[in-house]
């Protein structure tokens, strides 16, 4: 018996992105799946691709579960490209009191911004951690709190 696999959304969209006129078994037979997984992705491609289109998730993740805080999140993610834009140097502890803020803006009482939330947070909009320039920048609370 062969072993279950699950496709990620980039390969999903890459399934969905293969022309209509071919039958499923022809796209599942060049792709080496069953007719059958090609046909649930298939049945589900307008789920798939409001996905790509609003990247909402990293192309590598393999289930399309958004996190408990949809109303932080977005609001974080916002704020991070645009300080990191002005090449502002972010560290996590910053990111997290920053989350903690647009909780207490939007009255959301249960979340805490620990760090597994943070670690979360990174996976789930791709973010790495990466030198911003070569002229190193000291983290400007100022701008970042803007």
């Given at each position: 018996?062969?072993?279950?696999?699950?496709?990620?959304?980039?390969?999903?969209?890459?399934?969905?992105?293969?022309?209509?006129?071919?039958?499923?078994?022809?796209?599942?037979?060049?792709?080496?799946?069953?007719?059958?997984?090609?046909?649930?992705?298939?049945?589900?491609?307008?789920?798939?691709?409001?996905?790509?289109?609003?990247?909402?998730?990293?192309?590598?993740?393999?289930?399309?579960?958004?996190?408990?805080?949809?109303?932080?999140?977005?609001?974080?993610?916002?704020?991070?490209?645009?300080?990191?834009?002005?090449?502002?140097?972010?560290?996590?502890?910053?990111?997290?009191?920053?989350?903690?803020?647009?909780?207490?803006?939007?009255?959301?009482?249960?979340?805490?911004?620990?760090?597994?939330?943070?670690?979360?947070?990174r996976q789930q909009n791709a973010i790495t951690w990466r030198t911003v320039s070569r002229k190193k920048k000291a983290a400007d609370e100022a701008a970042a709190?803007?």
């Amino acid at each position: 018996m062969k072993k279950r696999t699950q496709f990620s959304l980039s390969e999903e969209v890459d399934i969905v992105r293969h022309p209509e006129d071919k039958m499923h078994a022809v796209v599942a037979r060049e792709l080496g799946v069953a007719r059958s997984t090609t046909a649930l992705i298939l049945k589900d491609k307008d789920k798939v691709m409001k996905c790509e289109d609003q990247s909402q998730l990293a192309p590598s993740r393999k289930q399309p579960r958004l996190g408990d805080f949809q109303l932080i999140d977005p609001a974080v993610l916002t704020w991070f490209k645009d300080v990191r834009a002005q090449n502002v140097p972010l560290p996590g502890p910053l990111i997290q009191e920053k989350a903690r803020e647009f909780a207490a803006i939007l009255i959301v009482t249960d979340f805490e911004a620990y760090s597994g939330w943070h670690h979360r947070f990174r996976q789930q909009n791709a973010i790495t951690w990466r030198t911003v320039s070569r002229k190193k920048k000291a983290a400007d609370e100022a701008a970042a709190s803007t």
